[in-house]
């Protein structure tokens, strides 16, 4: 017998009878302990948050400022006295106030379809087994190679043979899912759902929708919440469909702020200050939002 097993030996064994037995683990065992960052991932941080923060401050340095001050050489790197000014005549010049409603439904109604959609998509791709499943996931991957100018044209022409012309139901419908999501949603499930739990499903009496329920939804909630907040961030900033098939009568934020670019001079503090005013609903969202997005991630990330 070698002098590491003694040695491991006298560790487990009591030294005297009714004292706990004490264990001593391997030093890789505390791998996982908690790790302090050095001076330099601060240092790195703050750098990577001033370069993230800085296209925002600048924007509301141009929306604060007139079109002179925004244009001079070097530009300002501080807020002028105009931001309110300029905020009150962005809104009315766009109307921005009927665009964010109208931004918010479609961009509400994708994010939500989307989201069951590609949950219920991926759920089947990656848990259920039917014939051609793997062909079906094959073209659903392969729409994601073709460029959506190419269905332009095709779409438009059945938007108006529907009557939807001008209208939002043209600008969400042909949205309502997307091969990203599914694909998202098909890898994270593969991986986080255990097929244990599926089939203890079936053994219980449960039918596959039964089964997403109760099973599938609570698993996929991380990863739910994450495709929400890029497909809401995504349909909120899309321009070039709804510039197509919207006109200025009906538009979402981004088409009703062309409207503050139409002159012929431009004016850039004006043209910022809608910009600023049609980004501020993404950040109370992210704000309010953002941790339990955050702890939604880190739950899935320590899952199994």
Do not use: C
Not at 160 to 180: E, H
Not at 243 to 265: C, E, H, R
């Amino acid at each position: 017998m070698t002098t590491d097993t003694l040695q491991a030996r006298r560790d487990v064994t009591p030294t005297t009878p009714g004292r706990r037995r004490r264990l001593r683990l391997p030093a890789a065992i505390g791998a996982g302990r908690q790790h302090h960052a050095g001076p330099a991932t601060y240092v790195l941080l703050t750098v990577a948050a001033v370069l993230s923060l800085f296209p925002l401050y600048w924007t509301m340095v141009a929306a604060s400022s007139d079109n002179t001050r925004v244009t001079q050489t070097p530009p300002p790197f501080l807020p002028g006295p105009h931001l309110f000014e300029n905020l009150g005549k962005a809104w009315q010049d766009a109307a921005l106030g009927k665009a964010m409603m109208n931004s918010l439904i479609v961009a509400g109604t994708i994010a939500l379809s989307t989201v069951l959609f590609a949950t219920l998509a991926g759920f089947a791709f990656a848990k259920l087994r039917f014939k051609g499943r793997n062909i079906l996931l094959t073209l659903v991957i392969g729409t994601m190679l073709v460029p959506p100018q190419l269905a332009v044209v095709p779409l438009f022409m059945m938007m108006t043979d529907l009557g939807w012309g001008q209208k939002l139901p043209a600008v969400i419908f042909p949205t309502l899912v997307s091969a990203v999501g599914v694909f998202f949603m098909r890898q994270y499930l593969a991986d986080a759902l255990p097929d244990e739990l599926v089939e203890a499903g079936r053994v219980d009496g449960a039918h596959s929708l039964r089964i997403f329920w109760s099973i599938v939804l609570p698993v996929a909630r991380p990863a739910m919440a994450v495709l929400f907040m890029i497909t809401f961030v995504h349909a909120w900033n899309d321009f070039f469909w709804p510039f197509i098939v919207l006109d200025m009568t009906n538009p979402t934020v981004p088409v009703a702020l062309t409207q503050l670019s139409a002159g012929y001079v431009r004016d850039q503090s004006l043209i910022m200050a809608g910009a600023l005013l049609g980004t501020l609903p993404l950040l109370a969202m992210f704000i309010v939002f953002g941790r339990q997005i955050v702890g939604g991630i880190m739950q899935g990330a320590v899952k199994g």
